[in-house]
């Protein structure tokens, strides 16, 4: 080969690399006077200093101001190329359903427009499944830091409030009170702490697959314990999981696709297991074990108060004292969330969906207040006022 040759092939082999260096000082061209922010987050991280440029995960089709709509916004697949295991982690896991999850609720597609649009309610936090999943929800960008992600305050902004507060429970928890106090929220490895964040008992050893054994619905089949199996079928047919009849309806298919609920004995207990061990790295077996038998028999009692609940409005239905519902005969559906017509079925959504959650949510994060106060007693003031409420409907009717 002659010199002039190989000194051609030198060059042509550079040609890709000038033009990548190109289309990045392009991107920055515009971006560094556009949108200066990002491009500072990005100067600040891995991704930067190996190289990763905006292009990669953008593509180049968009390179002026009027086609902006070209570039690709990223999601897992982006990411997945060069972070393998992550992604195939998270993708087992539940975040990436939430988005599933969410569109599968019956109300979802009957609440307004400006309220399910934008990304502003459901759809702020149930983005970390959209379109396969955003990396982004813990390791915002464009800093993509791993710090970041390993602070509790990552999880905060989705697990909180009104039916899942895990952030507030965890936090004034005793386990939350001394990492505050300790760490200053310092983070390092979560093996090294003295007590738990949220990423040592839900992402193990940075683990991207987060499932539990009970999950949100606190519901799980088949149930060995026959008068906690009677509870939960009145509770699963108050969902629509179940006919009146207790035959599947067609929401099972959601619970099984949405993996809402572990569906065998087998699949619930590897879920405890993994947490359990967690668990006795600073605690003993006893003390562990005593810690969540009492937590699984709180969920037993607050079952029974809400199938107690749910049976008393029920009967106002079989009574003809509360309208049937065209689309769900005879049991109250307690998956109408807000959008139901009587006061009484308002109660019952309240006890399910904040107070249930809060008491067995509680009791597994540790937290006295929120078990007992927010939860429990919140339960018996429920039942209380729905006893009262169709006490005076029925002498009404009479
Ligand atoms: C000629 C200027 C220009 C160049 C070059 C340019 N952009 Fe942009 N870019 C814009 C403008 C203008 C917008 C719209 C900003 C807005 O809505 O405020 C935009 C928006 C974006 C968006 C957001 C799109 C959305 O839907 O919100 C991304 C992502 C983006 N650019 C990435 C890139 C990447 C990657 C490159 C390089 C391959 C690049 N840009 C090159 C001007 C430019
Ligand atoms: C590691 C991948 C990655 C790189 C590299 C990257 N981005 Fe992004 N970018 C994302 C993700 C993820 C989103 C959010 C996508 C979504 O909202 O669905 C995003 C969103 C954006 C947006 C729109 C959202 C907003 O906050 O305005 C702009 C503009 C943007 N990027 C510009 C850039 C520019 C300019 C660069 C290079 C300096 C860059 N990005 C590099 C992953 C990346
Ligand atoms: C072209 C390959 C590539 C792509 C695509 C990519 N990354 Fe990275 N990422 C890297 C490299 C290289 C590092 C640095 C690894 C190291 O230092 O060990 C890194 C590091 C990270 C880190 C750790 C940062 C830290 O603080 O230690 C996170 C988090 C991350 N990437 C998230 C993402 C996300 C989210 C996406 C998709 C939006 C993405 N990456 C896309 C190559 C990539
Ligand atoms: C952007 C919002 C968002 C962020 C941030 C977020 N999550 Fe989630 N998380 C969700 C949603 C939505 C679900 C429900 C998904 C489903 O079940 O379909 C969920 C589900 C979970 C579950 C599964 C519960 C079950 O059903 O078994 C665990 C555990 C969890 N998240 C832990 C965490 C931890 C730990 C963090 C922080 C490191 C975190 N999440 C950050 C939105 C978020
Ligand atoms: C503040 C953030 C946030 C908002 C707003 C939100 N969710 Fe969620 N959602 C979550 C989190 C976090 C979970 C998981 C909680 C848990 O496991 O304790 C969840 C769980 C769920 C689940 C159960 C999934 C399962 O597999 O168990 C459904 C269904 C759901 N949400 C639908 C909705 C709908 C519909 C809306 C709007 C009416 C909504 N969410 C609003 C964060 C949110
Ligand atoms: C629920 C929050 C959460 C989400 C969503 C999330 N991560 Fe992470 N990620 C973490 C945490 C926490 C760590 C730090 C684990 C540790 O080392 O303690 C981490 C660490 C990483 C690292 C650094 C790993 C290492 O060993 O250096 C990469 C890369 C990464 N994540 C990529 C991703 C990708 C890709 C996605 C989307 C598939 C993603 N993450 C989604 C919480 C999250
Ligand atoms: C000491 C360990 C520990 C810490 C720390 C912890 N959790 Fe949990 N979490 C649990 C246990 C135990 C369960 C119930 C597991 C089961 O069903 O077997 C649970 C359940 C959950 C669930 C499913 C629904 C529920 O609440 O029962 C979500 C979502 C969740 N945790 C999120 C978080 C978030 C977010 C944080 C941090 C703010 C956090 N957890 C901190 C141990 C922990
Ligand atoms: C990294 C170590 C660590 C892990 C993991 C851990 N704990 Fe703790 N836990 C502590 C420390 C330290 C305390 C404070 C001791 C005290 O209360 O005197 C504590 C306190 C407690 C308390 C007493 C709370 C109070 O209000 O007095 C209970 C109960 C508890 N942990 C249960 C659990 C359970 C259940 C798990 C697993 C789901 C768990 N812990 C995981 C370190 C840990």
Redesign the pocket.
Known sequence: MKKTDSLFIFLLLLLPAISLAQEKDLCLSCHQGLTRGIVKDWEASKHFQNGVDCSICHGDQHNSASNAHLAIMPNVETCEGCHTDQAGQFKEG?HA??WI??N??P??AS?PEEIMDGLK??G???RIGLDGGKCDACHTRHKFSREEARNPLACA?????F??P?YEMWSTSKHGVIFQMEKNFQMEPSGTDRVPRCQTCHMIEGTHRVM?AW???GLRLPEEDKKWEEWRLTILKGLGVLDPQGNPTSRMDVVKN????RLSSEEWKAERERIVKVCKGCHSNSYVKENFDRADAILKQADSLMAEAITVVEGLYQDKILKKQADYPMFPDLLK?YDVPTSIELKLYVMFLEHR?RTF?GAFHINPDYMHWYGWAEMKRDLWEINEEAKKMRESKK
């Open positions: 539940k359903l939430a999850a969410m599968a609720m109300k979802t609440q309610g459901c702020g936090c149930h902004t989705c697990h909180m409030g039916d899942h895990q539990t999950g949100f619905m949405g993996k809402v609920a969330f959650m949510q």
